[in-house]
């Protein structure tokens, strides 16, 4: 069987989303990813010297090789599958944070933030996009959070134009986090990719179909065998 690891079943994939800090769950990523180019390398090596084995038939050779090639990767999956749940965690708590300035708790800020909801509603568009402007550049999250908790019809505003609101504020607070994120996310894709990939090249190191023909036959055989010690 012929089978050429991808060169997207590599840790530099990751590695070029890292901004040279400790980010903990993109080093997961990483070592994943490097893990899973070992072990579908060491598992190409393995189905190697096992199908060449001509003391035993074809199908035997070939079983024998996919079970210890798709055992090894399974290594690489199980740190794959943890390090992408890790990072899918990471970039949840982000969004989290960044969606807005948290909703009022007492009765007096509702009410001062639902007349200022009443006073954008009646201004002229450009007016409330600069005071809205003003807002995020000033701090003012009062503001920006009785626009950010409530519907954007009740500030005049569109559903896009609501998302940039909350994109600027979140821009001017967590800068760090939203680069972070988009990172994370990127390398998640990436790991999630190789993982594919890595499976799909140990499945190609050997005959599946020949596998399955022979066992059906071995069944068979048995069950003949098993009919006439009956009879």
């Known amino acids: 069987m012929n089978a050429t690891l991808s060169p997207s079943v590599h840790e530099a994939m990751v590695k070029r989303h890292m901004s040279g800090d400790d980010d903990p769950a993109m080093l997961a990523l990483h070592d994943a990813v ?67 300035p948290p909703p009022c708790k007492d009765l007096l800020t509702e009410t001062r933030q639902r007349e200022l909801r009443e006073r954008l509603a009646m201004l002229p568009d450009d007016r409330r996009k600069a005071i809205i402007a003003d807002a995020i550049r000033n701090g003012d999250d009062l503001l920006v959070g009785a626009i950010l908790n409530s519907p954007p019809w009740l500030t005049a505003l569109g559903e896009s134009e609501t998302a940039l609101v909350r994109h600027n504020w979140a821009i001017k607070h967590f800068a760090g986090d939203l680069d972070r994120a988009e990172r994370l996310q990127k390398a998640l894709v990436d790991a999630e990719r190789a993982g594919t990939l890595s499976i799909s090249f140990v499945d190609g190191l050997t005959d599946a179909q020949l596998i399955q023909q022979a066992e059906t036959t071995e069944r068979r055989a048995a069950e003949a065998l098993a009919a006439a010690g009956k009879s």
């Open 34 to 100: 490097k893990l899973a180019r070992e072990m579908a390398t060491k598992a190409a090596q393995t189905a190697d010297v096992v199908l060449r084995n001509t003391l035993e038939t074809a199908p035997q050779r070939h079983r024998k090789a996919r079970a210890a090639s798709f055992e090894l990767i399974e290594r690489a999956t199980k740190a794959l599958d943890d390090a992408v749940k890790t990072a899918q965690k990471e970039i949840a708590t982000i969004r989290t944070r960044t969606k807005g």
